[in-house]
């Protein structure tokens, strides 16, 4: 994806990503959306994303993988996400390997947590 592009919203977002990864975008877009059902969703950082107060969960498509950001501190998922994790502690699911939906729904949960914790 173009890093000088400009999102307006999710669905512009998902449009102009690659073919191949469209639908993974879409059904991640709906796995974290019901996971995090009351998060409002956003374009952050030109990336789709959630919000609950604040934006505490981003996704975007990348040429081998789906990034997931920012780095989830959920000790009990850390085994699971030890092999997708990217440099920086940010999550990188290969587009060549079946989408971990699940993982992923978790994932954002722990996120929303964790934020939801921060706020108090």
Known sequence: MPASRSFASVDEYIAAADPKAR?????LRSTVSDAVPDAD??????????????VFFYF?????????????????????LSRYRGPKGNL????????PYGLIARVAQA?????????S
Do not use: W
């Open 60 to 80: 975007a498509a990348f040429k081998k993988h789906i990034g997931i950001y920012p780095p989830v501190h959920d000790l009990t998922l850390a085994a699971e």
């Open 92 to 99: 990188q699911f290969p587009l060549s390997e079946p989408m």
């Open 111 to 119: 996120l929303a947590k964790q934020y939801a914790a921060q706020e």
């Open 23 to 27: 639908d993974i975008l879409r059904t």
């Open 41 to 54: 969703e956003c374009i952050s950082y030109q990336m789709p994303a959630l919000r609950h107060k604040k």
